[in-house]
């Protein structure tokens, strides 16, 4: 159960963030069809050649982010006090209030562990900072434990340009707490969460948290998940779509990689609901 009044709070601030990031990422775009690639997702097949859609990694990922769309944020609640109310209480494992925390977590682990989500967003902290859409990213080939280090050094760390929308992806995302939920390796006290995981490397350094701090992380990541790709459909739609019905060749430009001439261009072709851009016009 979240508050309704955090959900607004804190859905305004990620929204602001966002928007400073995606502002950021039109004026830094090397390329102007790298924005319709991160959401159409260009990747290299296994012959070496260019290809857009799921791929592989989205095909692996897709069940998980419907999944989070479809079930939204959770059960919410008008009572601003429901935390002291039940929060306090002592804690054996099957309490409805538990419950919710649980669900929560599951959540909150299944948008940190999310491949393609991480694909996407490293992709638009690419254009960010000024790179070529890379279509060499493969998420997958991450170490076991690589997914956390990615996170800090390839997302956050590189966000600097964007310090509204870094602030709130630092925030929200704490790789110990995604551990400690993947190990279950945490416990509902009263007040609030205990990490057994704490101090178990350099990284964990969190003993706990009290409820109104897990629900600000939780709220953060569910609309940090739901807000880029909900952006990212936005400026395909009203972008991109309305502005290949104008150029001559029907299509949009995009930047592709090849071994022996570097690169080249080529144009992405939407079908005729627009939900869909091949190479090939239709």
Known sequence: MVRQSSVDRYEEEVRAGIQEFFDLCWRKMVHIGDLLL??????????????????????????????????????????????????NKFHI?????????YQQKSTYLNVWENGFFLRVFTQLVNILNGCDYDW?????????????????????????????????????????????IAHSQYHCVQGGILYDN??????????????????????YSYFIFIGLFQTLIQIKDEFYLPTSKTTLSKGIP?????????????????NVKGDIWRFVRV
């Open 38 to 87: 991160c959401q159409q997702n260009g990747f290299i097949l296994y012959d070496g050649s260019a290809c857009v859609g799921l791929g592989e990694e989205g095909l692996n990922s897709m069940h998980i982010i419907n999944s989070i769309s479809y079930k939204g944020i959770g059960e919410i609640t008008d009572d601003d006090d429901y935390f002291a109310k039940n929060g």
């Open 93 to 101: 494992g099957g309490s409805q209030f538990e419950k919710g925390i």
């Open 136 to 180: 060499y990213l493969d998420i997958s080939k991450l170490p076991s434990n690589g997914k956390s280090k990615h996170i800090r050094e390839q997302i956050i760390k590189r966000l600097n340009l964007a310090p509204k929308f870094q602030h709130v992806v630092r925030t929200a995302y704490v790789g110990q707490i995604r551990n400690a």
């Open 198 to 219: 704490f101090k178990s490397d350099k990284y964990a350094t969190l003993q706990g948290l009290t409820f109104d701090d897990w629900e600000k992380k939780y709220i």
């Open 254 to 270: 995009v930047k592709v990689p090849n071994e022996d001439k570097g690169s080249y261009e080529t144009f992405l072709f939407p």
